[in-house]
C-alpha cells in the first residue's frame, strides 16, 4: 500500500515540476496550433477557390466586397505564415508578424467600412500606431539577442 503511495507522490512531485509542466503546455500549444494551421488552410482554399469562381463567374459584388475577399485572403495566408514561423523559429511568435496582421485586418476594415470619415481616420491612426510599433520592435534597443 505504501508503495503506491510513494509511487503517487511521485508522479504528482515530477507533475508539479515547472520545468515538466512547461513542456506539457508547449506540447498542447502545438498540438493546438498543428490544428488550427489545418483548419485555416481549409479556410484558405475554401477562400481562393471563391476567388476563382468570382473572376471567371460575374456577380453582383462591389468592388469594395471583392477587395475585402482579396484581403481576407491574405490574412488567412498570415496566419498560416505567422505559424509555420512559429515551428521554424524554436516555438517562438515574432511579434512583426502580428503587426503585419493587425495591419491588413485594418486595412480591411477601412475597405469595408470607409462610410465614415471619422471611423477611417481613427482606422489610419491605428495602422501608424502599428507601424511605429514595428519600428520601434525592429530597433536595436528593443530587439533580442
Known sequence: MEDN????????????DPNTLSRLMQLFLSGV????????????LMSTWNLI???????EMSGAEI?????????????????????QS??????????????????????LYHDDPMNTLIFSVSILVLVVALY????KLLKRE
Open 5 to 16: 503511495a510513494t509511487k503517487a507522490a511521485s508522479l504528482l512531485k515530477r507533475l508539479a
Open 67 to 87: 477587395l475585402g475577399s482579396i484581403v481576407t485572403w491574405f490574412l488567412y495566408f498570415e496566419f498560416l505564415a505567422l505559424i509555420a514561423k512559429y515551428y
Open 136 to 139: 520601434l520592435a525592429n530597433t
Open 33 to 44: 496550433l498543428f490544428v488550427l494551421g489545418g483548419i485555416l488552410s481549409v479556410l484558405l
Open 53 to 59: 469562381t468570382l473572376v471567371f463567374v460575374a456577380h
Open 90 to 111: 524554436g516555438l517562438h511568435f515574432p511579434l512583426r508578424y502580428f503587426i503585419y496582421i493587425g495591419v491588413t485586418a485594418i486595412v480591411r476594415l477601412i475597405i
